[in-house]
């Protein structure tokens, strides 16, 4: 591929797609990535670059001229040239400005302006329009010339003079439709909709619950300012989830790909928790050292210490698991709380019980039936509250207006280890020295 | 709503989305959202019946008659048939059969046979074809027709005499061709397709990443059978990312909504990992056993023994987790094995010299300059040993064939904890002995 003749490389390339490019050009050195990508036209150059990560926009567009940077960035969707934008420093930016039109530029500046994480930040603004009163016909031919500029045009949106909107078409029933019927009667006058302001998981969601192409987004004056396409809403679902899935398990705002995230930032990214961690567990070490007397008498107690406490944390993070998800894909509400937690207090007294089960035999062949029984009255206690501590943190975080996500296995573990600690030996301590009576 | 009249009833419908009619519905007993529903026009109903959890459209069949049933399955898409299909008993399935017309008796006995988890198992088989001779003008027309019964018509699929897919085509090339222009030469000849034996996980993945509408499936013969579209791969993707939750918070073959799960349920979905955990914490505690000896002669090691095993436990968790969803998202590759094993190397070695550092303190301060050194050199090696084994363990389950959620946060813990007691009180036994001469 690299040395090449011409012909073969272009044959190659318009054999291709656009992402299978990109990843090939991510192998290459940065300047042979943009000697190749020169060989195709400029419209497929700008979609391979949407392709590419980042990072690596961000070095090829150090090596373009400004000239190119701004034909290139005028070329790309709207959505995905003010990703790049944002990323370019500040010299970069003011470079390019001169090169695009005052239309685009104005555009950069309206999309830059949304606070990352919500709707209007993963928003385009190239979606197809139509006005109410177009035929049927008149509105297909509409679309058909604004087709190589809109992200879609599977989904018309009809404005009035204020750009509000006042109804959503799609192209299917416009193809469906007799040729003089008007917009206005076709249109679904009712259409979900979302404002620029809320959550883009929140789009993400109404996206997938109504099986939408793509959701408008309206802004404080209730005008058209973007739609939220359903592939860019896949792609918020899943970071939302790897994110989701990295706090659960105390990794905090890491957003680069693991593979090729330096030492440093993985380091940062997990720091802070696993320190915050030894301080909860310093609990822990105080609570065995408070019940030294009971310990130095029956050695035997700490053969049990690290299942019974790690019991209580495990049930305790199968709880926690359960309602951070569930919490997050809204499959749980904060208002089934109660009916939530009388189910999870059945569930884990049956579940604590059968751990006793099994544990009071061990108890017994190892250490005689009064530990047995110590063993297995923590070992109840322990999961229960466990439990209870695993599936109530998510819902108090919630109301705190925190992430429930920050209920991680381990934090749950760190506070289920504490509590387990006490009830153990607290229970040791007055079970045998009942039986010493 | 329960006694409204009709015409109030049937606006009230009129105006909702579907999705939000079916949570409505969800709310009322099965035999008063069945009268609901019988005031919309039977395409509706097929689309409200789509939205609804499986378990209430099951309830919902076993009100209706066989003769209504049929016609509303007739009415649905192919996929949600199918899926109703498979849920229904076997009674009530042959009862159902006789309704439906032949090809459609035909279609469900062919998608119903696809092993679950499949590309498959969430296909759609109404799908609009065009031939290659077409003009563009007549495939317009041809979708026109086909708009009705098919899932999409953004996307038209170019079959062969023999059904063997050779090209596809977008609405939108369609409407922006010459009226005249053949689809043989407006098509992409060399479209992305799974194969329908592929997993389904693999079909939302290139779905998400070619930003697709729809994906063709073709059959082993190379013939197309089918469509997975890009809201069904939203779904998977969603409930896979459920799943890998779960698998990492050791609760497993919860398919079930858990506000909706049973007691039962949610204790089967739990008990077993508990159990094997605890016996897997047996070996801590054999751990401790072993070094009674010298616990009992220097009881302050144990203020230290939760902080620490808790640490290698904590970095084993992340490590896994970051892995564990890397491997999921595509993120990263069995074939980075090496480099993601050198990179956490040194960011665990830097992580276990902070941590050594924090409780060294507490060391000297609780117990004294000897045991603070056993403290801080155990942090280091537990650190670091746990930062390995969560690394590893995905990879390894990876390589087994087995799925590398199963490397749960608890499962790390747990391995963990064993090999930090070991390493803890085997450091202190060595330095504490040559103090001690």
Redesign the interface.
Known sequence: LRDGDKKTLRAFLD?Q?P?DIATILDTLEAAEALAAMRHVDLYEQAQIFGYLDPEYQIELSDLMGRRELARLMSAMSHDERVDLFKNLDPVAREAVLPGLAKAERDDLRKLASYPEDTAGSIMTSDYATLTPDMTAKEA?EA??NQ??DAET??QAYIIDEERQLVGVIS??DL??ARANARVRNLMDT?P?FIRAEADREEAAQI?????L?ALPVINGGDKLVGIVT??D???V??QE??T???K????SG?KA???DAS?FV??RA??V???L??FG??F???G??FF?DT??AH??L??????L???G???G??S???????LA?G??RMS?WA??LG??F??AL??GL??AA??SL?GVLRAGPDIALVVALSMVAI?LVGAMIGMSLPFVLSRLKLDPATAS??LV??IA?VTG?LIYFTIATQVLAMQAT
């Open positions: 054999s797609e992402a297909i679309l058909r087709a190589l045009v599977y192209l299917r193809i469906v009712n979900v996206i997938s619950r109504y099986d192409i359903q592939d809403a896949m792609d679902q899943e989830a790897t989701d899935f990295h659960v398990g105390t990794v890491l790909n693991v593979r030492i993985l380091y997990r720091i928790w696993l320190v961690l030894v567990n310093i822990s070490g105080a065995i050292a030294e310990i130095a050695l035997a700490l053969f049990f210490l690290p299942l406490i790690a019991s944390g495990n049930a993070a199968q926690a698991t359960l309602m951070v998800r569930a894909t499959d749980v089934d009916s939530v189910r999870e059945a569930t049956l579940l059968t751990m099994a544990v061990i999961v296995a381990p573990t760190s280890d600690v």
